[in-house]
């Protein structure tokens, strides 16, 4: 093979690695909806792609690469679903559909999303345990590998390949259908698919353990199932919330980390790194939001964005938007936030008197950010020994090595003031 064709076949290569990764989710949808098994839906999807790799190479990349896989898959699993024992019943509920009706055109993209909301629902279902849900959600719907979840979550590939297989079984042994659920059943399962991206985005905006304090793979990754599923179900007011409160938040990536991989607070940022795009994007999906949680979260995240100088912010309406969460939610965290907001709006020792009610908090007995908190409002009324063991408490809860140097910082700080 000649250099040219040698470079040729590398970058064929990495247009099907490219083309499948953006495919993925789609691709499984689609499948599933024949073979009504997520687990064998993914190993069509991989079949789809082993053809590509073969014969892309000699007959050239097709004009629509996603398309060409997305068939490929489908006929492989009608194929599998004619000819496999196993698939006895479900022949004989569409079989003559499948006998006597061609294959519906996988380019049509109200059918493959409507596949794709059912695989949303399907992999976010509340049957699951919560980190089932996350690690399935990623490989189905994000393409991730079981390498790169296990990354991102400090986990071990072992755990994570059978946390994905143990879901996979669990939804197959529930009897999980593949569709999108409606009336009382749809809300109680939006909930459960908005938690997941909630956490995804969470865990990507500020990483519980490891050595680094954010990961934007996650965070892109969150944004992205977040966008999809705003644009499938345009008018579910809480979905527009999350995908507001995820644009702000996203927003500010850039400048929350410092050149040495440090936290910059919120106080210290450059706010001229804020992606003031994502800004845009956050505000007109808050327009279409409603009064729930994550709608009041983003729009506690835009009194944020609006404010152009950390002073400019309006901590006071903060407060009361905070005070409408916490009615809603009877979260000890939102109540902690709520704190800070108050110290900023009528000073430490109010948001301090809201502080000491939570410390015997069961929900909140190893959460860092409540001595770290409490720290801040002492050193802010100058009561410096108090301030520094609990910056010191703070850093021996927390599992990021980050904050935990920054924590160690402001304790040793104060131990050398006079």
Not at 4 to 27: D, S
Not at 167 to 177: I, N, S, T, W
Not at 382 to 387: L, N, Q
Request: some cysteine; aromatic content about 4%.
């Amino acid at each position: 093979m000649t250099a040219a064709g040698a470079t040729e076949a590398v970058e064929t290569v990495e247009t099907v690695e490219t083309a499948f990764r953006i495919e993925y989710a789609r691709i499984v949808a689609g499948v599933t909806r024949i073979v009504r098994d997520v687990g064998i839906a993914q190993e069509l999807a991989q079949d789809a792609l082993v053809a590509a790799l073969e014969q892309w190479p000699e007959s050239g990349v097709p004009d629509r690469p996603g398309a060409w896989l997305m068939a490929t898959a489908r006929h492989r699993a009608v194929d599998l679903v004619r000819r496999r024992e196993t698939y006895a019943r479900k022949l004989a509920e569409v079989g003559r559909v499948l006998e006597n009706v061609p294959p519906p055109d996988m380019t049509d993209p109200d059918d493959i999303d409507d596949d794709l909301l059912r695989l949303i629902f399907t992999a976010c279902h509340p049957v699951l345990s919560t980190q089932a849900r996350i690690a399935l959600a990623l490989r189905l719907l994000c393409g991730l590998t079981t390498e790169e979840i296990a990354r991102a979550f400090l986990a071990s590939e072992a755990t994570v390949a059978q946390r994905i297989v143990r879901a996979k079984r669990a939804l197959a042994r529930a009897g999980v259908l593949f569709e999108v659920p409606y009336g009382p059943d749809r809300a109680a399962r939006l909930s459960s698919v908005l938690e997941v991206i909630y956490l995804v985005f969470n865990e990507g905006y500020s990483a519980t353990a490891g050595d680094d304090l954010v990961r934007p793979g996650l965070c892109e990754d969150a944004l992205r199932l977040a966008r999809v599923l705003a644009v499938l179900m345009p008018t579910e007011p809480e979905v527009q919330g999350l995908v507001a409160l995820l644009e702000f938040q996203a927003s500010r990536l850039p400048a929350r980390i410092g050149p040495g991989g440090e936290p910059v607070l919120l106080a210290e940022q450059d706010r001229t790194r804020w992606n003031r795009m994502l800004i845009h994007r956050g505000v007109e999906a808050l327009h279409r939001a409603g009064l729930g949680p994550y709608s009041l979260q983003a729009a506690i995240a835009a009194c944020h964005a609006q404010a152009i100088r950390y002073e400019d912010t309006d901590w006071a309406m903060i407060v009361k938007l905070y005070g409408r969460l916490t009615a809603l939610t009877a979260s000890p965290v939102v109540e902690l936030n709520r704190a800070v907001a108050i110290s900023m709006s009528q000073g430490p020792a109010a948001g301090l008197k809201v502080v000491n009610t939570l410390v015997d908090e069961p929900a909140l007995r190893s959460y860092h950010l409540l001595p770290s908190v409490r720290g801040d409002l002492l050193e802010r009324l100058g009561r410096v020994e108090e301030a520094r063991a609990e910056f010191a408490r703070a850093a021996s809860l927390t599992r990021n090595v980050r904050e935990r140097n920054l924590l160690l910082q402001r304790a040793t700080k104060l131990s050398d003031a006079p």
